[in-house]
């Protein structure tokens, strides 16, 4: 019963802000928007954006990080069932090495919002500014410890993108992305030295492709390995 009454006391400090906003009058429909996979060496970087239904909560909502897959898994099927409306967005490595990372990260947010229905009169987004966005945005430093609709985006997104990865690891089994996602991990690496890096890995990156004079001069020249 303790551990019950200490989870509902944490899910409400978490739809603090929401609520707060909610009681000014001017916003109705608060949506959450977090994105996953920005910092990896390969596959998309994917965006989530959620609008709760007021007054339900998913017990157990966390950032993502903090839960574990077979958790994520479940509350994701929770979140789109009691959410007003959810999207989720993913933008190819390809993409990312034509605009950036940051620009990607961005892109992948707004269309989130984009593709809400109904649309939010506002949105609560993990550290990012938008000032494209369809809506006005509020920034939060660390949102999806500390909103509750942030934290339903950030594990809507990791669930997308970890099955992307798993599909990708079938393909290229060589890079354990099963295990390590795209990001940077030892086996990984490894790989890539070995194998050059797939149609999936983002060549901007300086650990994809190492430049000249970085002890990576053999590989500046081309775009793929032997998996091109």
Same mark, same amino acid.
């Given at each position: ?15 603090? !802000?929401?609520?707060? !906003? ?6 109705? *429909? ?12 390969? $596959? ?15 017990? $157990? ?21 009691? +959410?007003?409306?959810? +999207? ?19 892109? +992948? ?35 999806? #410890? ?35 996602? $795209?990001?940077?991990?030892? &086996? ?13 890995? *983002?060549?901007?990156?300086? #650990? &994809? ?10 590989? #500046?020249?081309? #775009? ?5």
């Amino acid at each position: 019963m303790i551990e019950l009454f200490a989870e509902a006391y944490r899910l409400r400090l978490m739809r603090g !802000l929401e609520e707060l !906003l909610t009681c000014s009058g001017d916003f109705e *429909r608060i949506a959450g928007v977090d994105e996953v996979g920005r910092g990896a060496l390969a $596959g998309p970087v994917v965006a989530a954006a959620v609008i709760p239904k007021p007054h339900s909560v998913v017990p $157990g909502v966390d950032d993502s990080k903090r839960l574990s897959p077979a958790a994520r898994e479940k509350l994701a099927v929770a979140i789109r069932r009691n +959410a007003l409306a959810c +999207a989720v967005v993913a933008v190819s490595p390809a993409r990312i090495d034509c605009i950036n990372i940051l620009q990607a990260t961005k892109r +992948a947010m707004c269309s989130a919002l984009e593709g809400l229905d109904p649309a939010p009169d506002l949105a609560i987004i993990d550290a990012v500014g938008l000032p494209l966005a369809p809506c006005p945005c509020l920034p939060v430093i660390r949102g999806d #410890s500390v909103s509750y609709a942030v934290a339903c985006a950030s594990i809507l997104a990791k669930v997308e993108r970890d099955r992307t990865m798993v599909e990708l690891h079938d393909q290229y089994p060589h890079f354990e992305f099963c295990s390590n996602k $795209g990001y940077g991990a030892a &086996v990984h690496l490894a790989a890539l030295a070995e194998y050059g890096p797939s149609p999936h890995h *983002r060549l901007t990156f300086r #650990s &994809v492709l190492p430049r000249r004079g970085e002890g990576g001069a053999g590989n #500046s020249g081309h #775009s793929v390995g032997r998996f091109g």
